[in-house]
């Protein structure tokens, strides 16, 4: 329910309509990219965040569930899905869905969109090379680095967790450091940033988390 009320009080702010905007255009520019790449896109394209592509008809014997896994060797988060008329099973399936809410999220624009569409059709047309898979991954590692999880955490999330959860008055000073806190936890190991976490009072944890969770 704490999540829900985030969640709804962060999409009445203006700044919501803008990261949802960019949404849209990013899919829709990553749909275009992959179609120029010779890709299908079921639908012919995307009005919405996402996007379902039909391997068929340029890798015809390669199944989703496969595509899959070499891409998330690369660090190119999609899932297999089925496509109309597959003649595959759920468990195989001939397309992949991708979207770009994550993606948008860490700050990404449509330049970007470009370079990800080349990445995905080298990777898929050497699912069974790793030093092709490796090095598109190191790409990928590398690229993000210009584009941190939290590139999009506001004061305005922050405010609107104060005020729906009453975090106490002593939580008030964190979150208004919240940012570099982050940043200099960041570079630690996850289990280290726990540790770091619990010299905190819990409420100030448990909000931390909260928020993390949120805005990913």
Do not use: W
């Amino acid at each position: 329910i704490a999540a829900k009320a985030v969640a709804f009080g962060e999409c009445l702010q203006p700044e919501y309509k803008e990261y949802q905007t960019q949404v849209k255009k990013n899919a829709a520019v990553l749909a275009q990219a992959l179609i120029d790449r010779g890709f299908t896109i079921v639908s012919g394209g995307t009005d919405n965040h996402s996007m379902l592509v039909d391997l068929r008809t340029k890798y015809p014997d390669l199944t989703g569930k496969v595509a899959e896994k070499a891409l998330v060797a690369a660090d190119i988060t999609v899932n297999k899905n089925m496509v109309p008329f597959d003649s595959r099973s759920a468990f195989q399936t001939s397309g992949i869905r991708l979207g770009t809410p994550a993606i948008t999220t860490r700050g990404a624009k449509e330049d970007l969109m470009l370079e990800i569409a080349e990445m995905i059709e080298t990777v898929l047309s050497n699912v069974d090379n790793e030093e092709v898979i490796a090095q598109v991954r190191a790409r990928v590692n590398e690229t993000m680095k210009k584009y941190p999880i939290f590139a999009l955490l506001t004061t305005t999330s922050i405010n609107i967790l104060i005020k729906d959860f009453g975090v106490f008055e002593k939580a008030l000073s964190f979150f208004k450091n919240f940012k570099v806190f982050y940043e200099t936890s960041r570079p630690f190991k996850k289990s280290n940033r726990k540790v770091f976490l619990s010299a905190f009072p819990t409420e100030i944890s448990i909000n931390f988390y909260l928020c993390r969770q949120f805005i990913r």
